[in-house]
């Protein structure tokens, strides 16, 4: 079966499969729902109960209104079902007294060549109420009884109707359809046109019938089969002009929409595999997020979020959120995540990190803005360190069930360039929770920003008083209970939402110490080890930790100009951190037989249960973990 791509420029011929030998398959007849295909009311009326106002005797200057009317109404439409709905209303009872709406089913994207066979579905039907028709629809005979010819003929095809149509490509139906233009069915090939397609034996005669293809920008895509009752004035060859200005209007539409469809589903598969599967769970620290994409009929954007853990159980908490709703805009945070999250592994301070972030951005372009907060909370501290470029500000709630809006400099969005971004220090006492999100939560075409920040204390507060007294609000459901203030009708943008409970690692699981960059620093390293192991009840450790942090701390004093750094943390495991000003990060290597060094790293590998070189901008940090006895 094949498909011409590109219409014929003389005969004007639409994209329809062209073959000899193809058999359709076996029609089911399928009547149309009630519930599925509503009735439609007039809205403007006509003689005899039927169709009314256009092509009954008006004018060219009625035609046109109508028209205009009628592509507005199915213009509003935002998918292919909302305009398939608008072109029967818009039609019935002005135009027609009924309608029929066939769609291929796949309906192809952009490009993409229809599904071999074609397969038209009966998308939707709406006719005028039995009231106004003055006919048993379900029987098709007469109020009087009567059957006469016609009679039966056109609205019963609504009840009778084909739901499912295979295409035979040498078929009358495909030769109308190549047409492009509608056609009256009062000739032999348009009458068995219409058979075809809806499987009637009985069809309207007298030009009470226009049968459309529906052709899109590139191909035919469907039909619509206008009705008019045998006791109305039949169509006249005007109204062809108002069913090709109809179905050309809804077929570029349909076509629109399929592509703005699957544009936007690309995005929103784009923008979720930018997110992270699963936030880190860093010591001292519990996170949980939410991502709510915007209502169906909004298209994707930048929203992204992200836990980033840093050197010294710290962790960096990131919400941003790119400009604009597209496939670009998806791209673009794709871009700037992966910017902070190379530019937090230099364990920048935050101002500079949306420094650089903001030079990035540049460089994709001139239009290319976004607002993000950064922020770093520092476990054994205690505190939060924070910068921010044009994002609404985050909500501290506290263990008690009070909230406070962080209030830091809001400065200009990344990407308009030459800010000087500031840097603000904030208490973050355990058990509060830091609740970061993008605007989507608190804005909406019905709410400002500052209404939806209060909107957001007032939840949190009520949420936190539904448990116990000094007792933190479980997280999990805490982040849903936020997203309650979110009305259906509210969803005008993407949300991203992070919370952050802050349990930190209290003083006395800590034990640091800088040394000079001599040799023999590295007995007071030992000493540090052995004392803060006793102290925390660890010897059976002692031995191990203190043979890998003389392999370390003498390695970095050899180098170092500065002091070096160690730190000893007791959380879940033993962390041991040491620090220096070289940049360039250790390597794991064979040591030879007569080699006198080399064998630092490879003890380190064996004994720790994990470990790592971080580089940062001050130098490197190396560290290893150790499993506490008793846990595996």
């Known amino acids: 079966m094949t498909?011409?791509?590109?219409?014929?420029?003389?005969?004007?011929?639409?994209d329809v499969p062209s073959h000899a030998g193809s058999a359709a398959l076996p029609h089911a007849r399928s009547e149309p729902d009630p519930a599925e295909h509503p009735p439609v009311r007039p809205d403007a009326g006509g003689g005899g109960g039927g169709a009314g106002t256009v092509g009954s005797g008006s004018g060219s200057i009625d035609r046109l209104r109508f028209v205009g009317v009628a592509t507005r109404r199915i213009a509003r439409g935002?998918?292919?079902?909302?305009?398939?709905?608008?072109?029967?209303?818009?039609?019935?009872?002005?135009?027609a007294d009924a309608i029929l709406v066939y769609l291929l089913n796949p309906l192809p994207v952009g490009d993409e060549q229809p599904q071999n066979p074609w397969v038209f579905v009966l998308r939707r039907t709406d006719r005028i109420p039995d009231e106004l028709a003055f006919r048993d629809v379900s029987g098709g005979l007469a109020a009087d009884g009567g059957g006469g010819t016609g009679s039966a003929a056109v609205l019963p095809l609504l009840s009778g109707a084909l739901a499912r149509v295979e295409l035979r490509g040498n078929g009358p139906l495909a030769e109308v359809l190549r047409g492009v233009r509608p056609v009256f069915t009062d000739t032999q090939v348009s009458q068995q046109a219409l058979s075809e397609?809806?499987?009637?034996?009985?069809l309207p005669e007298e030009r009470h019938a226009i049968l459309a293809p529906l052709r899109g920008q590139r191909r035919v895509i469907g039909a619509a089969v206008f009705l008019r009752r045998p006791d109305n004035d039949a169509f006249e060859k005007d109204d062809l002009q108002v069913a090709q200005q109809l179905s050309t209007h809804s077929a570029l539409g349909v076509d629109k929409a399929i592509l703005h469809g699957r544009e936007a589903s690309i995005a929103d598969e784009l923008q979720r595999t930018m997110l992270p599967d699963d936030l880190p769970q860093p010591t001292g620290?519990?996170?949980?997020?939410?991502?709510?994409?915007?209502g169906k009929t909004a298209r994707v954007g930048g929203d992204w979020y992200d836990a980033i853990p840093l050197p010294g159980s710290r962790v960096a908490l990131v919400v941003g959120d790119v400009m604009g709703?597209?496939?670009t805009s998806a791209a673009i945070m794709g871009q700037l995540r992966t910017t902070v999250q190379t530019l937090a592994g230099l364990d920048l301070p935050p101002q500079e990190v949306l420094h650089h972030l903001d030079e990035q951005a540049q460089r994709l372009g001139d239009d290319r803005m976004a607002t993000c907060l950064y922020a770093v909370y520092d476990p054994v501290a205690h505190r939060i360190t924070a910068a921010n470029a044009g994002h609404p500000p985050s909500v501290l709630l506290h263990r008690d069930g009070t909230t406070e809006v962080v209030n830091l400099e809001p400065n200009a969005p990344i990407g308009v360039g030459g800010v000087d971004f500031q840097t603000v220090e904030l208490?973050?006492?355990?058990?509060?929770?830091?609740?970061?999100?993008?605007?989507?939560?608190v804005e909406s075409r019905t709410r400002d920003v500052w209404t939806g920040v209060e909107d957001l204390r007032e939840k949190l507060t009520e949420t936190c008083s539904l448990t116990r007294p000094d007792h933190s609000a479980p997280l999990e459901p805490l982040c849903d209970a936020i997203l309650d203030i979110v009305g259906p009708g509210d969803r005008d943008d993407d949300i991203a939402l992070l919370a952050a409970r802050f349990e930190g690692i209290a003083p006395g699981n800590e034990a640091s110490l800088e040394l000079e960059p001599r040799p023999e620093s590295v007995r007071h390293a030992r000493r540090l080890v052995r004392d803060s192991l006793a102290g925390w009840d660890l010897t059976e450790l002692e031995d191990a930790v203190e043979l890998l942090v003389s392999e370390v701390v003498t390695n970095a004093v050899r180098y170092a100009e500065r002091p070096v750094s160690v730190r000893l943390l007791r959380t879940d495991v033993l962390r041991c951190e040491v620090g220096d000003d070289v940049p360039q990060?250790?390597?794991l290597r064979q040591a030879g037989p007569a080699d006198e060094g080399g064998r630092g790293l490879y003890l380190v590998q064996r004994l720790a249960r994990k470990w790592g070189a971080t580089r940062l901008s001050t130098g490197k940090l190396v560290w290893f973990e150790m499993t506490l006895p008793g846990r595996s």
């Open 3 to 14: 498909d011409p791509t590109s219409p014929q420029p003389v005969a004007r011929t639409a």
């Open 427 to 441: 208490p973050a006492p355990p058990g509060s929770t830091l609740v970061l999100y993008t605007d989507g939560l």
């Open 197 to 202: 397609l809806t499987g009637a034996e009985t």
């Open 285 to 294: 620290v519990r996170l949980a997020s939410r991502y709510l994409p915007a």
């Open 325 to 327: 709703h597209s496939t």
């Open 78 to 95: 935002s998918d292919a079902d909302e305009i398939i709905l608008g072109l029967c209303r818009a039609t019935v009872p002005t135009f």
């Open 585 to 587: 990060l250790p390597r």
